[in-house]
């Protein structure tokens, strides 16, 4: 059977092959195109698995919100050139759809189906692809999203009672979530710290002071003042506002949106967020 030149194609877009790899198996299996493709698919897999433990630290973020749902994700490959390639970006499109569809949990094992389109990537593209991890978050005001250069993504739960339309009150929010990107806070403010970290400090603090050996009290005194500069670090509320003036450079993230929604008679408040980074 002839091998056409519109055979090959069809075959090679739809595993990435080779054109002399794709034309061979053609000719192996008579021009038979869904065995073919069957066949290089395999194939690929197998190359994909000895791709696994290759160092990949390029790649992209990307982030998907309807209605009161939201996802952030970090898609991971080996080089910046793979990173820019339209493949590359549907494959993160693709990934980032069906795990907000089936609202799949994060952890390490992938389900079956984002492994196999993991593997079926990294078989087309020759690096190893890593879905390094997600996030979702359920609003309970609005989600606003934001991203920066492709490397980190973060979506807000904001409520807000104003204009949303009043572009002061745009820029704010803007403000604030540039904030979250740019400084990576823990919680929003010190009461929604996570158990578990607050203990892990507290214990740290103590454990620290202790060893210098000095009294109970001042002890005490040692882990008060590492936990308030832990706080102005960590706790977005607490933090001091990236965007100050240089008038009032030492202003906190809650003063700004206190004194915003004061002068503008409104009332902006931040639920929770999500945010992950390359």
Request: net charge neutral.
């Amino acid at each position: 059977m002839e091998i056409t030149s519109a055979m090959i194609k069809e075959v090679r877009e739809k595993t990435g092959a080779g054109l002399v790899e794709c034309k061979q198996v053609l000719k192996e299996t008579n021009g038979d195109i869904n065995k073919s493709i069957e066949i290089l698919k395999k194939r690929g897999l197998d190359k994909a698995s000895k791709k696994e433990g290759r160092l990949a630290k390029e790649g992209k973020v990307n982030y998907k919100i309807s209605n009161n749902k939201g996802l952030v994700i970090k898609v991971n490959c080996e080089t910046e050139p793979v990173s820019k390639t339209q493949e590359f970006a549907n494959f993160i499109d693709n990934v980032t759809e069906l795990i907000f569809n089936k609202e799949y949990e994060f952890s390490s094992q992938l389900p079956e189906d984002v492994e196999l389109i993991r593997k079926e990537i990294i078989a087309k593209l020759g690096e190893n692809i890593l879905v390094s991890e997600w996030k979702f978050i359920k609003a309970n005001g609005f989600l606003y999203p934001y991203v920066h250069l492709n490397k980190i993504a973060t979506i807000v739960d904001f409520s807000v009672d104003g204009d949303l339309n009043d572009d002061e009150i745009k820029t704010m929010l803007k403000n604030i979530a540039m904030q979250i990107t740019a400084m990576n806070p823990v919680s929003v403010d010190i009461n929604s710290i996570p158990s578990t970290i607050k203990e892990e400090v507290v214990r740290n603090f103590t454990e620290e002071a202790k060893a210098s050996g000095k009294p109970e009290k001042i002890i005490e005194n040692i882990v008060k003042g590492k936990l308030e500069k832990y706080y102005s670090e960590n706790i977005l509320m607490e933090q001091v506002y990236i965007l100050n003036s240089e008038n009032e450079p030492d202003k906190k993230v809650k003063d700004i949106i206190n004194d915003f929604n004061k002068n503008k008679n409104v009332n902006i408040k931040v639920n929770n967020f999500i945010r992950v980074s390359l």
